[in-house]
């Protein structure tokens, strides 16, 4: 059974910086998605960040581009997303997760089907 495991998150004052971490584990796949997701009080999951297996290509949302980097690290089974330039509304519970086959429509949610238990992230001074 596929796990992944976030781990990084915390309180950082607006401009920081904080690293997340998404171990996974229990999976035979070469062809995936990894895809980091959040959810704030109120609002509805969306999509941040995801990278695909097959040939490393990264996606990013409006919101975070410029300020966020999704990386691999293969030999660890690990995807990092490094969050720079933080801001308020960058609060929120962020999840990895995973999906297989597909690295199109890469924040379609319903095509993940290994979640995370999330990691708290609160950017406030």
């Known amino acids: 059974q596929v796990q992944l495991v976030e781990s990084g998150g915390g309180l950082v004052q607006p401009g920081g910086s904080l690293r997340l971490s998404c171990a996974a584990s229990?999976?035979?796949?070469?062809?995936?998605?990894i895809g980091w997701f959040r959810q704030a009080p109120g609002k509805e999951r969306e999509g941040v960040s995801c990278?695909?297996?097959?040939?490393?290509?990264?996606y990013y949302a409006d919101s975070v581009k410029g300020r966020f980097t999704v990386s691999r690290d293969n030999a660890k089974n690990t995807v990092y997303l490094q969050m720079t330039s933080l801001k308020p509304e960058d609060t929120a519970i962020y999840y990895c997760a995973m999906r297989p086959r597909h690295c199109s429509m890469p924040f379609y949610t319903p095509t993940y089907n290994a979640w995370g238990q999330g990691t708290q992230v609160t950017v406030s001074s």
């Open positions: 229990g999976f035979t796949l070469d062809y995936y998605m």
């Open positions: 990278i695909c297996s097959s040939d490393g290509s990264t």
